[in-house]
């Protein structure tokens, strides 16, 4: 296989392309194999690159890793309502299963899925999942 490479000022020149590292093509099958199990075949948001960036490396990505307790999670939803800042969605109780589905997805750690907020919650809070 032929690869052109720049000689400079508009020059090209063919030469071999190396072959491909076989560690390199077996992260990429993996990552689009998990891409495709995650049902996103295209591209990868910040926030999950930055996610699996943080998982891969030993950083906590979980409520639970940071020490909340599963027992505390209804109490936070509840606290979310009971006292809503602004935000762009509205937030009160008839938001509450959909933030007690974020915290508990947030707290076992469930990575956001890059095509919308985890399991449709955005949807729960009168959103598409994607930044307003």
């Known amino acids: 296989m032929q690869a052109l490479m720049p000689l400079g000022r508009g020059q090209f020149t063919a030469s071999p392309r190396p ?3 076989s560690l390199s093509r077996q992260r990429i099958e993996a990552d689009l194999h998990q891409r495709q ?3 996103t075949t295209g591209r990868v948001s910040a926030a999950a690159g930055l996610f699996d960036l943080a ?3 030993g950083a906590p990505v979980a409520l ?3 020490g909340m ?11 979310v309502v009971s006292s809503p800042y602004w935000n762009p969605r509205e937030i009160g109780v008839e938001q509450l299963a959909a933030i007690q589905k974020l915290l508990q997805n947030a707290y076992e750690g469930v990575r956001r899925r890059t095509t919308g907020m985890m399991d ?3 949807a729960a809070l009168g959103g598409s999942g994607q930044p307003p």
Do not use: C, T, V, Y
């Open 55 to 57: 998982r891969d490396n």
């Open 69 to 79: 307790k599963e027992a505390d999670l209804d109490r936070a939803a509840h606290m």
């Open 19 to 21: 072959p491909a590292n």
């Open 37 to 39: 199990q995650l049902g």
């Open 64 to 66: 639970r890793d940071i």
């Open 120 to 122: 449709g919650a955005a």
